[in-house]
């Protein structure tokens, strides 16, 4: 497997300093297993009812301090990994969705780490992290119908040469390059601040690629441990 790795500008060290996050190639392979992540989604909601990970709390107030260091108010726009817990907290359970976006879904509640789960053949160049200026263009739905929306300058999104794939962060993904179990290339990252244990997130990075590997045998993978300070922008 050739190569793929996101980049991060530099710009973010200052907001979030230690900022690392383990990214993972996929070329996927036929489906063989449709209730893998199903599964996986169910123990891992029982797993944050009963309080875990111990670090959770530590790690989701961390990335809170994030957001606000970007301008977000993360009471109103949280993290993936917050906004996923606190409706299992709410809920006790989350429905089924996608058995790919069920197992990255089930990763991020069991290691309260935020994961996003993209459809690689979609983007144009490679993906980046950088600081919004606030023209680019990001696809969105509104009351059911697509719209296209700008991010605020001096937000931190993801993007690629066509625009933002996800905005403030992690908070909420793009229409164009979201993730089904049907699509051939896939990209995930899963992003974490040094509250969180970096075996943990290894094993984070673990539970999806095996369950991927359980899911359809045959898939291919490729993860590297990417950060703030050994990518260049």
């Avoid at 690629?160 to 993730?179: A, F, H, K, P, S």
Wanted: hydrophobic share 45%.
């Amino acid at each position: 497997m050739s190569s793929m790795l996101p980049s991060i500008s530099p710009e973010l060290a200052r907001i979030a300093p230690g900022f690392r996050a383990l990214s993972i190639y996929v070329k996927a392979a036929p489906l063989c297993d449709l209730q893998v992540g199903e599964l996986a989604l169910k123990e891992a909601c029982q797993a944050v009812l009963d309080g875990q990970p111990a670090w959770a709390e530590n790690h989701l107030n961390a990335w809170g301090d994030v957001f606000k260091a970007f301008g977000a108010k993360p009471r109103r726009t949280p993290c993936s990994a917050e906004a996923l817990r606190k409706r299992v907290l709410r809920d006790g359970t989350m429905a089924a969705l996608d058995p790919v976006v069920d197992l990255y879904n089930a990763v991020s509640l069991r290691y309260a780490v935020p994961v996003g789960g993209e459809n690689f053949a979609a983007y144009s160049g490679l993906p980046r992290l950088v600081i919004a200026e606030g023209t680019e263009a990001f696809d969105a739905m509104k009351e059911g119908q697509p719209t296209v929306e700008s991010p605020e300058p001096g937000e931190v999104i993801w993007r690629d040469d066509i625009g933002v794939t996800c905005r403030r962060w992690n908070w909420r993904q793009g229409v164009r390059t979201r993730l089904s179990a049907a699509d051939k290339e896939m990209w995930f990252i899963l992003e974490s601040l040094p509250e969180m244990p970096l075996d943990e997130l290894y094993a984070a990075g673990k539970m999806l690629t095996d369950g991927l590997t359980q899911m359809m045998p045959g898939v291919a993978f490729e993860a590297t441990l990417v950060s703030v300070d050994s990518i260049p922008a």
